[in-house]
Nanobody, 121 residues
């Protein structure tokens, strides 16, 4: 079973930076894609950024040029470095991993519990 634990959220002023981390733990799986989603109050959850096991990245248009996703495959950890934060970035940020479960012989979608990012003016 895969468990995702996020850290790094908090309160930051407009224009500031934060770094989120997400570590995947457990056994019997390999991570294929790791990423971050966010959900602002009253809005649907949206994709922020993803990174594949080969290092390919994808960003939503709203964060391109400001956010950088990276991963440490040896540690099964994904990071989201966020710069030039603004109030529209305020949301609960969820870590996501698409993993291959060897025991189930199938792909699974795992989610963290979320970490809150609040950007104040």
């Amino acid at each position: 079973q895969v468990q995702l634990v996020e850290s790094g959220g908090g309160l930051v002023q407009t224009g500031g930076s934060l770094r989120l981390s997400c570590a995947a733990s457990g056994s019997g799986f390999s991570t294929k894609v790791m990423g971050w989603y966010r959900q602002a109050p009253g809005k649907q959850r949206e994709l922020v950024a993803q990174i594949t096991s080969t290092g390919d990245t994808h960003y939503s248009d709203s964060v391109k040029g400001r956010f950088t996703i990276s991963r440490d495959s040896a540690k099964n950890t994904v990071y989201l470095q966020m710069h030039s934060l603004n109030r529209d970035d305020t949301a609960l940020y969820y870590c996501n991993a698409i993993v291959f479960d060897w025991g189930a012989d199938s792909a699974l979608d795992a989610w963290g519990q979320g970490t809150l990012v609040t950007v104040s003016s």
